[in-house]
């Protein structure tokens, strides 16, 4: 489908080297756009598994992006809602973006998926790690996610849109006071395909697992 998560975060946070109004500025425009981008999501119907929020990524993430599909995934108790994951401090990954990533969070209390693949682009060859192929599907608890793209055919039962991210309750995770967010009783993807930044779970099986390196990633 792994940061610290802190919406608010200063720019203090920001390389020594990179200074001045105009990465203030930027941090600002991050922090305001959190607010739309569920909302951009809902629009398209395109509703998927990401995660993270208080109870999810509690470290720095490498910034280096790796995706994930699934021909199916089901959960029930589902939860989304927009934040900022902060690579470690010099990263040479951070680019021009000051270290931060706009991301989309998403929890899922229990889920189960089908034919999980995740890939990461090593630069030349891809790490690819493949799993629940068979009879046996992945399953996890707890699943915390945080994404930049996603896609797939979504359903939702008894979905709330426009909650304040700080009062959700359908899976434990709770975002930032004022932030836009939404939450449902169950969630069905099919053809799921994001771009993740992170992931994180209290129990993660993997049934079938098998990890390679290809010239193609998932």
Known sequence: MASSSDATASTDSTPENES???RRGRVRLRRAAVMAVPATAVAAGLMILTAQGALGVQFAISGMPFTVTATELNGTGFEQ??????MADGSP???DTGGQVLVIT???KNATLTKLCQSVDLGGT?????AGGGTDKVQATNLTTDS????G???FNNIEIGNDASTLDKAGVQGNKGVFSQQADTVHIGNLRQTNYATTAAVFKLPGLKLRFSD???
């Open 20 to 22: 001045g109004s105009s």
């Open 148 to 151: 930049t793209e996603l896609s």
């Open 106 to 108: 998403s929890a899922i």
């Open 153 to 155: 055919d979504a359903a």
């Open 216 to 218: 193609s990633g998932c």
């Open 126 to 130: 891809n790490l690819v790690i493949t």
């Open 81 to 86: 809602f927009g934040n900022l994951d902060n």
């Open 93 to 95: 990954n951070a680019g």
